[in-house]
């Protein structure tokens, strides 16, 4: 099985920046890919970037798109969202996610991230 665990989320201002992290642990050969999700309050869960983390090709959500990074340090088995120019619509529970298959499969407990000023 493959666990999950997030870290790095907190209070920022407008326009500023905070990295989140994805620990990976277990049996990871089978998932060949990591997302990050949000789940804004009162709306749903919604995917903003993922990684395949054999060929490191990325996908964004336009709303993310030229202000945040996903990468991948496969020694560390950790998967980062670098989240920049941050907006109060970006506030939300952030929550990496493994797959295996095209259904995402394996979810970590979430991150709360507030953009406040």
């Known amino acids: 099985q493959v666990q999950l665990v997030e870290s790095g989320g907190g209070l920022v201002q407008p326009g500023g920046s905070l990295r989140l992290s994805c620990a990976v642990s277990?049996?990871?050969?089978?998932?060949?890919?990591i997302g990050w999700f949000r789940q804004a309050p009162g709306k749903e869960r919604e995917e903003i970037s993922c990684?395949?983390?054999?060929?490191?090709?990325?996908e964004y959500a336009e709303p993310v798109k030229g202000r945040f990074a996903i990468s991948s340090d496969n020694a560390k088995n950790t998967v980062y969202l670098q989240m920049s120019s941050l907006k109060a619509e970006d506030t939300g529970v952030y929550y990496c996610?493994?797959?295996?298959?095209?259904?995402?499969?394996?979810w970590g407990q979430g991150t709360q991230v507030t953009v406040s000023s």
């Open positions: 990684i395949h983390i054999i060929d490191g090709a990325t």
């Open positions: 996610a493994a797959r295996s298959t095209p259904v995402w499969d394996r």
């Open positions: 277990g049996y990871t050969l089978d998932y060949y890919g």
